[in-house]
């Protein structure tokens, strides 16, 4: 049981650049989310899913698009790099009611 | 809108004493409650949480909290700090529409 696993673990990327993040979970959870989190802000929720083929937007959404074909897998796709997306990335996953099972995060500069 | 407030940026504690980090929450409807905690370089650990039932929650490491409806308030406590215990604390709420909203931590450092 792997839990919430993320790749990649670091990133470099020039402004304009798209990528995606991956996440997978192996529980079987319905609910997945990914933050990021920057200095004195806290974690700040991005986008969020509540099972395959459903999602929907958090706090800060605009760069990112997500997609959820499967239970297992939630990609966080940023379209076009800038400068301002330079953050750690967290995805994590919950069963409804229980607590969140985070990931290991990716570390993400644009320059 | 949800929302929780974490007062105090860092707290500074002598290992061996009693440890408190604070946290405020705004909700409609009845939250849930979690602490979370992280050590540099990692991802975010659960500490424990309240749903419902008993005001004082135990959870991992020693750590307890004490859910207060008429503060509106969930603060983390530990009897007896530990210099391992100096992290970054992160209290949530969620109002069960499973959009969890964090608070922008509270860094704890307990001296030797």
């Known amino acids: 049981n792997a839990g919430v696993t993320q790749t990649p673990k670091f990133q470099v990327l020039k402004t304009g650049q798209s990528m995606t993040l991956q996440c997978a979970q192996d529980?079987?959870?319905?609910?997945m989310s990914w933050y990021r989190q920057d200095p004195g802000m806290g974690l700040r929720l991005i986008h969020y899913s509540v099972g395959a083929g459903i999602t929907d937007q958090g706090e800060v959404p605009n760069g990112y698009n997500v997609s959820r074909s499967t239970t297992e897998d939630f990609p966080l796709r940023l379209l076009s790099a800038a400068p301002s997306q330079t953050s750690v990335y967290f995805c994590?996953?919950?069963?409804?009611?229980?607590?969140?099972?985070f990931g290991p995060g990716t570390r993400l500069t644009v320059t | 809108a949800q929302s929780v407030a974490q007062p105090e940026d860092q707290v500074n504690v002598a290992e061996g004493n009693p440890l408190t980090v604070k946290c405020t929450y705004s909700?409609?409807?009845?939250?849930?409650l979690f602490w979370y905690v992280q050590y540099p370089n990692r991802g975010l650990q659960f500490l424990l949480k309240?749903?419902?039932?008993?005001?004082l929650v135990k959870g991992s490491y020693g750590f307890e909290a004490e859910f207060n409806k008429s503060q509106t308030s969930f603060h983390l406590k530990k009897p007896s700090a530990l210099v391992s215990d100096s992290a970054l604390y992160f209290c949530?709420?969620?109002?069960?529409?499973?959009?969890?909203?964090f608070g922008a931590g509270t860094t704890v450092t307990v001296r030797a």
């Open positions: 309240y749903i419902t039932g008993d005001n």
């Open positions: 909700v409609s409807g009845n939250p849930y």
């Open positions: 529980m079987n959870h319905e609910y």
């Open positions: 949530a709420v969620d109002s069960n529409d499973y959009k969890l909203s």
């Open positions: 994590a996953s919950r069963a409804g009611g229980s607590e969140q099972y």
